[in-house]
C-alpha cells in the first residue's frame, strides 16, 4: 500500500529547483502523490553545498572572465572531477532554456552570451533559494550547528554563498542522537557494499565511528558522508523516501524496513 508520506531526499529538491524537462516535471507529480511531504533542513544543506554551489561557482566563473568560451574550458578542465563536470555542464544545458533576451547594443558574441549565461544563472540561484522551503508542505529537523546563510551579491559581481558548511568548532549536533540507535547504524553499514566507491566508504566509516567508538568526536566531514544513510536514519516509518537515486537509498532503506521510491 502507498503511504501518504514522504521524506524527501536532495535529489528530488535538484530536480525541482534547479532543472527543466522530464525529471523536473516527474518529480513535481510524485510530491503532488503524497498528502504530506517533509523536507529535513540536512537535504537543504546537502543542495546548497553540492548542485547549488555549481550552479553559483558557474556564474562567478562566468563573472570573473566575461567570456563563454572561457567559461567552458575552465569546466572542461574538471575532467579529475567528473561528477562535479556533470552536473555543471548539465546546468549549462539547463540554464539554455531560461536565457533572457539579447541586448539591443552590439558587443561581441562571446561576452554577449556570457552576460546572458550569467544572468539566466543569477535569476535561478536566487529564484531557487528563496524557494526551497516551498518544495514540500513542511521543513523539518533543523540544525542547530548548521547556518541556513543564502546567498550575496560582491562588490564585483560575484555571489557568495558561504558559510556552505556546518560550523567546525563544535560537534556535530546529530551525534548525541545518532548514537542512541547502534543497532540500526551496523545494519545500515553492512548493508553499504564494500564496492570500492570512495562515498560508500566514508560512509561506513562514518557508520562506524557512530557505532563502536562513540567517544570520538563525530566531525563535520563525518556528518557530511553520512549523506543517503542520513535519510535512512531518520525517516519516520510511515513516509517513503523520495528520491531519484533509489539504486543507493533502497538497501540502506530495507536495513530498517523502511522503503525508497522514485518519481
Not at 556570457?114 to 535561478?124: E, G, H, I, V
Request: charged share 25%; glycine share 4%.
Amino acid at each position: 500500500m502507498a503511504q501518504s508520506k514522504a521524506f524527501v531526499d536532495t535529489t528530488i529538491l535538484a530536480e525541482v529547483l534547479l532543472k527543466t524537462g522530464p525529471t523536473h516535471d516527474a518529480a513535481e507529480r510524485a510530491l503532488l502523490r503524497y498528502t504530506h511531504t517533509l523536507l529535513p533542513v540536512y537535504a537543504i544543506k546537502e543542495w546548497k553545498r553540492g548542485q547549488f554551489a555549481k550552479y553559483v561557482y558557474i556564474h562567478n566563473q562566468l563573472k570573473r572572465t566575461g567570456s563563454f568560451s572561457a567559461t567552458n574550458i575552465a569546466l572542461s578542465r574538471l575532467f579529475m572531477r567528473p561528477r562535479w563536470q556533470s552536473t555543471a555542464f548539465e546546468a549549462v544545458a539547463v540554464t539554455t532554456l531560461r536565457l533572457p533576451s539579447a541586448p539591443t547594443t552590439p558587443v561581441p558574441p562571446d561576452t554577449e552570451l556570457a552576460d546572458r549565461f550569467r544572468l539566466a544563472f543569477k535569476t535561478l540561484i536566487y529564484l531557487s533559494w528563496d524557494s526551497r522551503r516551498s518544495v514540500t508542505s513542511e521543513t523539518v529537523m533543523d540544525l542547530d550547528c548548521y547556518v541556513e546563510s543564502g546567498p550575496r551579491d560582491q562588490v564585483n559581481g560575484e555571489i557568495d554563498i558561504h558559510p556552505r558548511d556546518c560550523r567546525g568548532d563544535q560537534e556535530c549536533c546529530l551525534a548525541k542522537k545518532l548514537r542512541k540507535d547502534k543497532d540500526a547504524l551496523l545494519k545500515l553499514r553492512n548493508a553499504i557494499p564494500p564496492n570500492g566507491r570512495q562515498e560508500d566508504a566514508r560512509r561506513r566509516e562514518a557508520l562506524k565511528k557512530l557505532a563502536v567508538h562513540q567517544n570520538s568526536r563525530f566531525e563535520r566531514r563525518d556528518c557530511q558522508a553520512l549523506g543517503d544513510a542520513y535519510f535512512a536514519l531518520f525517516a519516520p516509518m510511515d513516509a517513503d523516501i523520495l528520491t531519484t537515486n533509489v539504486k543507493d537509498h533502497v538497501p540502506l532503506a530495507a536495513a530498517l524496513g523502511k522503503t525508497a521510491v522514485a518519481p
